[in-house]
């Protein structure tokens, strides 16, 4: 697949996430609850998130994988229990979607990457995922993942 990669200058995004530490075999039930969670308490604030569901990887390591999952809001607010407000850093970020199937991101994850070292841009080492669509509303082939790497 031909991935566009973009750098860009985004402002700071205000967000409302839980973060946990799980496996890689039970990160869609962690996925389902926090977002289930999140949207239930914007729901009682009679409020919608301003953008789509995100995951941030803190780390690669698929037995305890370090992990914020949330939705952007439109602004700041405090959040409730295990849901923390906070947000996404602006600054410069490398980004590329991904169509398809997000088991097979990892194409996207490596040219991004490789295109990163090849302009001697460096990351923070959090990346993150927003997903556009769902298996609920698109065939797998027609899921749409942004990937994006704030640098330092």
């Known amino acids: 697949m031909d991935y566009q990669i973009q750098l860009t200058e985004e402002p700071a995004q205000p967000i409302l996430s ?3 530490v799980t496996a890689v075999g039970n990160l869609l039930q962690e996925l389902g609850k926090a977002y289930h969670a999140i949207i239930n308490y914007l ?3 009679g409020l919608q ?3 789509p569901a995100f ?3 803190y780390n690669m390591d698929m037995e305890n994988l370090d992990v914020e999952m949330g939705f952007p809001v439109a602004e700041k607010m405090p959040g409730q229990s295990e849901i923390k407000a906070g947000v996404i850093p602006g600054g410069r970020q490398v980004a590329c979607m991904h169509r398809g199937p997000y088991q097979e991101c990892g194409p996207a994850y490596e040219e991004a990457n490789r295109w990163m070292r090849e302009k001697g841009y460096i990351p923070t080492g959090v990346a993150y995922e927003f997903y556009y669509n769902s298996p609920g509303e698109v065939p797998e082939s027609e899921l749409l ?5 704030p640098l330092k």
């Open 145 to 149: 993942t942004k990937i994006m790497f």
């Open 49 to 51: 998130p301003s953008g």
């Open 43 to 45: 729901q009682q604030k």
């Open 55 to 57: 995951v941030a990887y």
């Open 18 to 20: 839980i973060r946990t």
